[in-house]
Structures are given as C-alpha cells and as structure tokens.
C-alpha cells in the first residue's frame, strides 16, 4: 500500500510539472520574449488574419508571385488541396520515380511557359518541387526574380521597381549560414497590393 501511495503522489507531481507548470512557464516566456511567432506569425490585413508567414497559400494569378508546388493531399482523394494545413505532408516520391519525372518536367514546361521563358532557360528546384511539409511559405530569390517580368507585365509596372521590391523583402540565409537567400511570397504579394499603380 505503502508504494501504490508513493507512486500516485510521483505520478500526480510528474503531471503538475509536466503538464502544467512546465507548458505555462514555456508559454509565458514566449509570450513575452517572441509574442507574434508564438501567437503563430499571423499576418493581419484590415484587421482580418489572411494567413500566416509560416503557412504558404495558392497564389495562380498573373499579377501575384506564386509559390513553389504543394504536396498536401486531399482528403476525399479526388486531387490535391493546396496549402492545406491540416495535410502536412510530402510527396514521398524518390528523385528516380517516374512520376516524380514526369510531374517536374511538367512543372518546369508550365513555369517556363506562364514566365516567357525559353524552352531551355534552367528552373530553379524550388519552381517545380513540394517541400518536405508541402506547405513552404517561401521561394528562392532566383524563383521570384524569374517571374518578376510576368508580374510587373500583369501589373503594368516598371519592370525594375518589381525587382527592387523582390530584393527589399529578400531574406538572407538563416543565422547566415543556413540555406539560400529567399523572399515570403505571402508577404511579397502583400507589398505588391500596396503599391500604386
């Protein structure tokens, strides 16, 4: 009886400290160290939460800078949801699979053709590949540069005041040293919609 006792007493202070203590101290810090990345990095327009800087969303319009594909499925198997955030998931198709082959070389052929590029012109990775959550909220700078022409065609805009746009929101690699630089197309396509005709 002695030991049922003691271990229902450990029991019941493990759940205090790890259930609650421990998530509400967590949350507290965060709250107050990083409040808008613990809040989930929303991004308000209007007063009105459109998204998230962390969660990519479908942008098909000439006149926005689209974001790399999506490999979110759906859940009635009849296609493919895009940046659904409750899908998370990759594709889970080998660089060697056919239908990986088959589904970037018609990714490349769209990108080239919806950007005016020659058939030849190389694509970056990023243009015509999910990433590993399926729901990347960003694209290389090369990506956004090479559609910088059919933005600022769909917009009327000087060409060059697009791509200085695209550079004031290029982020460098994080802590300097991980990864490539890359620009949030949500936050892109935002600061397009701002501008003045």
């Keep these: 009886m002695k030991s049922l006792t003691t271990s229902l007493r450990a029991t019941l202070l493990l759940l205090l400290i790890t259930g609650f203590a421990y998530p509400l101290a967590v949350d507290a ?10 809040n989930g990095s929303l991004i308000l327009k209007n007063g009105v939460v459109i998204g998230s800087s962390l969660i990519g969303q479908p942008f098909s319009q000439p006149r926005y800078f689209h974001p790399r594909p999506s490999a979110t499925p759906d859940p009635t198997g009849s296609g493919s949801v895009p940046y659904d955030a409750s899908f998370s998931s990759a594709s889970n198709l080998a660089p060697s699979n056919g239908a990986e082959i088959k589904a970037v070389q018609s990714f490349a052929q769209a990108y080239r053709r919806e950007n005016g590029l020659p058939p030849t012109e190389p694509v970056p990775v990023d243009a015509v590949t999910a990433s590993g959550s399926g729901l990347d909220p960003d694209i290389s700078l090369a990506n956004a540069l090479l559609q910088v022409g059919r933005v600022s065609k769909a917009r009327a805009l000087d060409p060059s005041t697009v791509k200085k746009l695209v550079m004031e929101h290029a982020e460098g690699p994080q ?3 991980l990864g490539a630089r890359h620009v949030n197309v949500l936050g892109l396509n935002l600061a397009l919609d701002a501008m003045k005709p």
């Design 29 to 38: 810090v965060g709250q107050l160290i990083f409040p808008h990345q613990a």
């Design 175 to 177: 802590w300097g040293l």
